[in-house]
């Protein structure tokens, strides 16, 4: 057996190694300077009659990554994503869903194929649109940026805090 | 007289005068007024023109704005992997994928009958999931597979899932159709899926019931599912009533059942609050395998307990799955019973979108001569490793390369000789999603 799982071991070194390397060069090693960066901060709205008011951090991560699909009412939740070209959503995945793109669009091929989820959640194409969606379905839930939240919706609170609160946890920074 | 003709021509002459000069006046304040009347149509004509090429203008930015968003809308709407063909109307929204796969394999030892390599072609998986308003969900998957035979290979449809489901609130879900099992993990998250697969081959343990696994991979039952938060995380709890295992080991019993006896599959699960992505699950199921009218030596039932656990950590980098596997088979014809253990742990590293080598190592170790796995040589030890790439050189189709080895039992000629060898897998596949 030591004939078999060594050569593999050395093997396994060795591509990953080269595989390092090429990822190492296709990223490319320089580091240009970091340029400004400025924070934002994401509300996350729903319908104004939704009971709820506050959620944990971890809850609203449930809801996001659709592991929970219904609000205490057991009114199904919508959830809304916003532009995948978005600083929003770039800040989503980082704080929330700790995955890029691509992977979280396997993650819901996974969800699905696996029966967890119905369907996945869908995409709007600005706050404009967000605000619209969650105004039409009690279950709604959508994330914009603090700046642009738009009328008729409920901001809720995460963790107790709300946008702009110190220590407020979905906050990312931006480049200007 | 003619003093007088003289003033009157005069008077007259002055009175002609003064007419012509009055009506000179009047044409020139008739020729302003007109110029300026002219102007300011022309002035308002302007501002008219203005006004419309505005509400022109207005009106075909709105348009485009409102193209744009639709726009916007629909590649957002289209923001997933392959078609993502997604159908919605009124309270119905259904979603069709499509899964396939081919490869080319080096085999030594050989199969039986066949040469060391070969291409072969994988499978087409259709699957369907539906949500029919806010808490009824259905699912489907067809799959056509090509098996190999003795002599020949043969190629057919069949329907791998399908059931309905009420989700009652996220803790209580009723499930009722056929499903794969979750006493493997594996079985449960990829499926027939291969694009979903990090590596080409399954674990031994999570292998299909024709394909020489020792689980009972397919569940034609009830399952109650549902999922709650807790101080330590989130938990999930399974309770499962299904057909259970048929008189042999590749038997799979989804629409009929040989005996009342229905198969039990008890599961709890936690995703623990302190370590973001990973799961864990502890299954046992109990049943009991009617008797085998053709085999003296399973003459009487199997009672059949199994216990698994399972871990899944997906982290932004890394993929651990691993599987224990404990079966009990107590044979009421010798009155003997048997245990088996099978295991695997499996480690993918996310070097970047693109490429992601995978590490596996598991194996399976019977008890000799478990008279429900014997006959087709599944109670024979297997230990190997694999070792390979995936590659996914476009979002929704990927490579993938692996090499595996290890060490095999064999019975040699239907005897009853059994002797120990190593083997060498090298695989090739080429997966798809659309």
């Known amino acids: ?176 | 007289m003619t003093r007088l003709w003289l003033i009157a021509l005069a008077l007259g002459a002055g009175f002609a005068g003064a007419v012509h000069a009055d009506e000179d006046a009047a044409a020139a304040q008739g020729g302003a007024a007109h110029e300026r009347r002219i102007g300011q149509l022309e002035k308002e004509n302007r501002e008219l023109r203005d006004r419309l090429e505005r509400v022109e203008q207005r009106d075909t930015d709105d348009q485009r704005t409102m193209i744009a968003e639709a726009v916007q809308d629909y590649e957002e709407q289209s923001a997933g992997v392959g078609l993502n063909m997604l159908v919605r109307r009124n309270d119905i929204t259904a979603m069709f994928q499509i899964f396939g796969h081919v490869g080319a394999v080096y085999s030594n030892p050989e199969k039986t009958n066949r040469s060391n390599t070969f291409f072969f072609n994988g499978s087409v998986d259709f699957f369907m999931s539906a949500k029919i308003g806010d808490h009824f969900q259905v699912l489907s998957e067809t799959v056509f597979q090509s098996g190999v035979g003795i002599d020949s290979d043969s190629s057919g449809f069949d329907q791998e899932r399908l059931w309905g489901a009420w989700r009652f609130s996220d803790a209580v879900q009723v499930k009722f159709g056929l499903e794969h099992s979750p006493i493997s993990l594996w079985n449960r998250v990829f499926h027939h899926g291969a694009w979903l697969e990090l590596t080409i081959s399954r674990p031994f343990l999570a292998r299909f019931e024709a394909g020489g696994g020792i689980l009972p991979m397919h569940n034609a039952g009830i399952e109650i599912t549902g999922s709650f938060p807790t101080a330590a995380g989130r938990a999930s709890y399974f309770v499962v009533v299904s057909n259970g295992r048929g008189p042999g080991a590749a038997d799979v019993q989804e629409f009929s059942d040989r005996n009342d006896h229905k198969a039990v599959t008890l599961g709890l699960a936690l995703e623990p609050a302190r370590v973001e992505g990973l799961k864990i699950w502890l299954f046992w199921r109990v049943d009991e395998a009617p008797p085998d009218t053709d085999d003296p030596a399973r003459a009487r039932p199997v009672r059949i307990h199994m216990f698994s656990f399972q871990l899944q950590y997906e982290g932004e980098k890394f993929e651990v799955l691993s599987e224990v596997l404990h079966i009990s088979n107590d044979d009421r014809t010798g009155g003997t019973t048997f245990e088996h253990w099978a295991a695997y742990v499996q480690v993918g590293y996310l070097l970047n979108d693109r490429w992601t080598p995978f590490l596996r190592v598991g194996g399976r170790w019977m008890d000799r001569g478990d008279p429900y796995y014997a006959p087709l040589n599944r109670d024979l030890d297997i230990f190997g490793v694999v070792l390979g790439v995936r590659f996914d050189f476009l979002d929704n189709v990927a490579m993938k390369l692996e090499i595996g080895a290890g060490e095999q039992e064999r019975r040699r000629g239907g005897s009853s000789t059994i002797d120990e060898g190593g083997y060498i897998v090298i695989s090739y596949q080429l997966s798809w999603i659309f």
């Not at chain 1, 951090?57 to 009412?73: C, D, G, M, T």
């Not at chain 1, 809304?80 to 993650?107: C, D, E, N, W």
């Open chain 1, 1 to 176: 057996m030591r004939r078999v799982i060594l050569p593999l071991f050395f093997a396994l070194s060795a591509l990953s190694g080269a595989l390092g390397g090429l990822n190492a060069a296709v990223a490319g090693d320089s580091k240009p300077a970091a340029p400004k960066q400025e924070a934002l901060g994401l509300a996350v709205i729903v319908h104004p009659k939704n009971p709820v008011k506050k959620l944990s951090f971890s809850e609203l991560r449930a809801f996001l990554k659709v592991k929970q699909q219904f609000w205490p009412n057991r009114q199904r939740c919508r959830v809304f994503l916003p532009p995948t070209r978005s600083a929003a959503y770039g800040i989503l995945l980082k704080r929330v869903y700790k995955m890029s793109h691509k992977k979280l669009q396997k993650y819901w091929v996974r969800q699905l194929f696996s029966g967890q989820i119905p369907s996945k959640p869908d995409f709007v194409s600005s706050s404009t649109a967000a605000g619209s969606q969650v105004r039409k379905a009690l279950g709604a839930l959508s994330i914009v940026p603090a700046n642009r939240v738009p009328k008729g919706v409920k901001v809720l609170l995460i963790d107790g805090k709300r946008p702009g609160d110190k220590g407020y946890a979905l906050v990312g920074t931006i480049k200007p």
